[in-house]
């Protein structure tokens, strides 16, 4: 009964290659988003989707396309691969409205990503 | 340019003492925060948060202290369990337009308690 999942947890891949990493939440939220933690620790936000709907999109290279094929999934595309895209990538999903619960969100266990 | 700073990498604190880590911040837009709380391999996971309009918070061991004038929250744990023992993010919340929520996170303070 996990709350938000992603698959795989672990994701080894060469440069240049093309990978997606799975998410599903089963909290009835309406919105989901993509963080990566960097080699610094710090977790950004790369995108977020609102029922299927992309509400936030920060500066991220195009090679990242996110899907959400419904309000409980939100996939992440990565194409072309570089070194530098070896990151924790974690997803997260919230309510957008309703008191407290459009504040906090809830974290995937992540995604570590390795470009070799 | 780091909108929530956590400057303490690391705090070690003795088993039954008070722990208390702190986190600044410089947007004024933020009118809420959080702190989440991280295992190893493991996604972070809420702890405990505060609206501006407050300036404590209390839920049991944990206390979150808001000083708005100063942009400056604490998170106090007493008292500190060995249990407690991982990485603490302070976040901050903004709205952004069409009543979207953006957390702006700080990079996290590794808290060891020693039994």
């Known amino acids: 009964d996990t709350a938000v999942s992603q698959t795989p947890k672990y994701l080894v891949t060469q440069m240049g290659n093309d990978k997606s990493i799975k998410c599903e939440q089963n909290?009835?939220?309406?919105?989901m988003y993509w963080y990566k933690q960097d080699s610094k620790k710090f977790l950004k936000i790369m995108f977020s989707y609102n029922n299927k709907e992309l509400i936030i999109n920060e500066t991220v290279p195009n090679r990242f396309s996110p899907k959400s094929p419904d309000k409980a999934h939100l996939n992440l595309h990565i194409n072309s691969l570089e070194l530098g895209d070896s990151a924790v990538y974690f997803c997260?999903?919230?309510?957008?409205?309703?008191?407290?619960?459009?504040?906090?969100?809830?974290f995937g266990p992540g995604t570590r990503l390795t470009v070799t | 340019d780091q909108q929530v700073k956590q400057n303490s990498p690391s705090l070690s604190v003795q088993e039954g003492r008070i722990s208390i880590l702190n986190c600044d911040y410089t947007?004024?837009?933020?009118?809420?925060f959080l702190w989440y709380k991280k295992y190893p391999a493991e996604g972070p996971t809420f702890l405990i948060s505060i609206s501006s309009i407050k300036d404590k918070n209390e839920d049991g061991r944990f206390t979150v202290f808001l000083n708005k004038s100063a942009k400056h929250l604490s998170l106090h744990i007493v008292p500190s369990q060995p249990g407690d023992s991982a990485v603490y993010f302070c976040a901050a919340s903004a709205e952004l337009s069409g009543s979207a929520r953006q957390l702006t996170f700080g990079s996290g303070t590794q808290l060891t308690v020693l039994p």
């Open positions: 909290l009835g939220h309406d919105t």
């Open positions: 947007n004024s837009m933020f009118d809420y």
């Open positions: 997260a999903s919230s309510l957008l409205r309703g008191g407290r619960g459009a504040y906090e969100q809830y």
